[in-house]
């Protein structure tokens, strides 16, 4: 996580706004010219600060008191790259012209203004002789433009600044000094407090209102450039990407986040590159597509012990509307689904699109959370791995693509659909949906088909016997011609069984149920010893009817403590006995766990579905059913027709051949 760096947000002795508040309000600090920034008890290190007169706003009055100064043969290159500059340009160059470290120059990287900004850059360059102003040719973004920078510097450290902020006097002096009493160190970071042009601080959900200033980066320049290589050059996001991307590299301790007081002030406006992206416990999906694009690739490439330095082609994907290319803009099939879940399901979907791929058809996938989460996950590792490879593109709500079928991979997304305009169209829309669905919001549903995607959806069951059990409800009108099965790759999931794991079978399953049904299980499942119980709450509902302690022989994993794979790895045999009016087509966590090689335990009413590759039983037989395949050989025999069932039935070439037919319908 990028904020993770041992950030504390409250200082011994340090007493910054509240957000809301302003830091020229009467007891906070500068109210009239020349009054402190830094009195007792208030927000900035010393030395002191105060406003100049005149009609700007207050940011860009803002003067630095005297500072001593601090020499030595170490040079640093600050870039600050510009568009369109004005008088926020001067106001940052003025704090970097007042930095106590003296051995400094300043390079002003102009990204291709047009005519008519001549003047601010002279006027930047006067300042002070330490400046010096370059122009790039085209405008290319803020990281093109850093990149110039990075090969003009030339100090022993490089450090960058937006063009619209004010770094406090002592920042150069305190983010180099680790770096110059520790060899081992590659770069710092330090705190920003975001603010208003009046100096009001304004972030709600953020304490005290710092802010980790990714903006701050100092690095060691020619050892950076030597394993880093050079800034990704799209257009938000890539200071985000290189920091992570040094702590891939030279480990995370490499990279120093130095705490204490604030050393910027961060200016929010409209025209900031974050202003309209992030805010307390939101990033926006661009943003959050392209963390879990390049943490994927740092994670691969170093697992692979090569450093991820970055290439002259970018090697994982970026969102279109950070890289600046547009892409395609049609689509056969768009996969809309949360692709953050892990388990089979994601998985499988991987599997799915690869076969829709190597049919030819063309294929996107969208990513629409489910629900709410505490915090930001990335998408799943299958599924992430499909997009970087360029199997598969990545899209979001505000590209401007049309699509001739988009599968909503589950009606939650929809439930629950952003609220954000949609630039995505469709000829078709087909939801996938399965009978256990108890409040199908299909209304819902029908209203974010329609808003997000200008059409009227249908329904799709997994197979025959849910069909007939939709056909019967409320959306039986609307239900598509053509089933979408689950489907699994089995090579995948394949885990080596030489017998029973022990001397006592072990059973288990992810179960979903509230705590009603986790009593009823633990009811059903007698606390006898006989059997190894092992349960993977997959909502987080076992503690609320269990406490702290579960049955006796049971291991009740929670629902981030394992995966699937690993989950089922630990199991002989899987449960399966949902609710009786649910439907009886496969799921693609069943067709794992057969092709996992365990022994899948099922209500009679199965028997259509699975034939001779379950093994069928009432709830309350579940031990003597397990007695019963103890010996080894008969539990390797069912444990193989299992497997043999899935490859020749459901392997993802299935859901292509499906896809396929809604194309000939």
Known sequence: SLTEPGLSLAEPGLSLPEPGQSLTEPGQSLTEPGQSLTEPGQSLTEPGLWLAGGPEPAFDRIRPGAVQRVGGKTRISTVVTTYRPGAALLTAIRSLA?????????????????????????????????????????????????????????????????????????????????????????????????????LIVTRPGWERGRSYNLSSLML???????????????????????????????????????????????????????????????????????????????????????????????????????????????????????????????????????????????????????LARNGLANLDPAVQSLINAGTVDQIELCDDVHAEVVIVRSPAVLQFAPGTPSAVSADRVVIEVDATRRRLAADVC??????????????????????????????GAQLSPVDLPGTVDTAQWRLERPGLRSDRPVVGSRFTGGAGEWRWLADVLRDSGRMDVRMWDAVGDARSAFGPRPPRTWLVYGPDDTDLRGFLHQLDFYLHFPAEQSGRDVDPELLAALAAGCVLLVPHRYAPTFGDAATYCEVTDIERTVRQLRRTADF??????????????????????????????
């Open 446 to 475: 029908v209203a974010a088909s329609r808003r997000l995607f200008g059409v009227e959806p249908q329904w799709s069951p997994g197979g025959p016997a849910d069909r007939r059990t939709l056909l019967a409800g409320p959306i």
């Open 98 to 198: 007042a930095q106590s470290w003296t051995n400094h120059e300043i390079l002003v990287v102009d990204d291709g203004s047009e005519t008519g900004h001549d003047e601010v850059l002279r006027l930047a360059a006067a300042l002070d002789p330490r400046v010096r102003v370059l122009r790039m040719p085209v405008n290319g973004g803020t990281y093109r433009a850093r990149n110039a920078g990075l090969d003009a510097a030339t100090g022993d450290f490089v450090t960058f600044q937006d063009s619209d902020d004010w770094s406090h006097p002592l920042r150069l002096e305190r983010q180099v000094a680790p770096l110059l009493a520790d060899a081992g160190l590659v770069a710092t970071t330090s705190v920003g407090m975001r603010v208003t042009g009046e």
């Open 220 to 370: 060691r320049r020619s050892v950076a450039l030597d394993r880093l290589g050079y800034l990704d050059p799209v257009r938000k996001g890539a200071d985000a990407e290189y920091v992570e991307r040094a702590r891939a590299v030279f480990g995370r301790s490499a990279v120093r986040h130095v705490t204490g007081a604030p050393l910027a002030l961060i200016r929010l406006s409209p025209t900031s590159l974050s202003s309209a992206d992030t805010a307390a416990g939101w990033l926006h999906p661009a943003r959050h597509a392209y963390l879990s694009a390049f943490q994927a690739w740092h994670a691969d490439r170093c697992a692979d012990r090569i450093r991820p330095r970055f290439p002259r082609r970018r090697a994982f994907a970026a969102p279109r509307s950070l890289s600046g290319d547009p892409g395609e803009t049609r689509y056969e099939v768009v996969l809309a689904g949360d692709w953050t879940a892990g388990g089979a399901a994601a998985t499988a979907a991987a599997g799915q699109a690869r076969a829709l791929a190597a049919r030819g058809r063309t294929v996107a996938l969208l990513h629409l959370e489910a």
């Open 636 to 665: 390797l025999e069912q444990s193989k027709r299992g497997r043999d069932f899935v490859r020749h039935r459901y392997g993802h070439e299935r859901y292509a051949d499906s896809v396929g037919a809604l194309f000939a319908g």
